[in-house]
């Protein structure tokens, strides 16, 4: 399986600014996910990073809101723009999947964010 | 809209017992179940389930699915505080530009006692 790294693991923020989320893969995946997890929830996907294009967001989810970047194979990061304490939750990155859809799919650690 | 159900959603239980966790989907375009151990904030992958009738075991964890009634079943047997931990079920989406995407059910807290 693929090993995940998140940085940074937790922040706590004020409203109105903005945090960037790190996801590190140690090998080239095709598919990279960002999904968020809400206080008493359970796992929503926020959109699909895809390398070398822009991203593919699920519905409720924007690109001004959470703009996502995709350099390489191995790496993507997420933004949570101009936060509101609504966006407090645990982002969570996640590899795997891909065309086949037969793949395993893995996560990363999280981050929880806190946003005062 | 996909959607994915599970129960119970929550269960305590003790040591050594027997736990059976239920996933039931409604799904558009079906690809494959999985299921996932979420003790702090990273969902650990347990299981991934293709195809109907194959049981698929880990330990004292196994999983079954059955794509006629669209359900699938984890069990845990012989339960350990260890044990303690939200159970995920999710759907894979196989369809259009929705590939590869996980649609997760609410969980199942389950808790053992020593």
């Known amino acids: 399986s693929a090993v995940i790294s998140q940085k940074p693991s937790r922040d706590i923020c004020q409203r109105g600014t903005s945090l960037t989320i790190q996801c590190q893969v140690d090998s080239q995946v095709t598919m990279m996910f960002w999904y968020r997890q809400q206080p008493g929830q359970s796992l929503t996907l926020i959109a699909t990073?895809?390398?070398?294009?822009?991203?593919?967001?699920e519905s409720g989810f924007v690109i001004d809101k959470f703009p996502i970047s995709r350099p390489n194979l191995t790496f993507s990061t997420l933004t949570v723009s101009n936060m509101s304490p609504e966006d407090s939750s645990i982002y969570l990155c996640?590899?795997?999947?891909?065309?086949?859809?037969?793949?395993?799919?893995?996560f990363g650690p999280g981050t929880r964010l806190t946003v005062l | 809209e996909d959607k994915v159900v599970q129960s119970p959603l929550s269960l305590v239980v003790h040591e050594g017992d027997t736990v059976t966790l239920n996933c039931s989907y409604e799904v558009t375009n079906f690809r494959s179940l999985l299921w996932y151990k979420q003790e702090k904030k990273a969902p650990t992958f347990l299981f991934m389930l293709t195809s109907s009738g194959i049981e698929k075991k880990s330990g004292r964890l196994s999983s079954i699915l059955d794509k006629k009634e669209l359900f699938s079943i984890l069990n845990i047997t012989a339960t350990q505080t260890g044990d303690s931990a939200v159970y995920l079920c999710a759907n894979r989406n196989a369809g259009g530009t929705s590939y590869g995407k996980l649609t997760f059910g609410q969980g199942t807290i389950l808790t053992v006692h020593p």
């Open positions: 996640s590899v795997g999947g891909g065309v086949s859809s037969y793949n395993e799919q893995f």
């Open positions: 990073a895809n390398q070398g294009s822009e991203a593919t967001y």
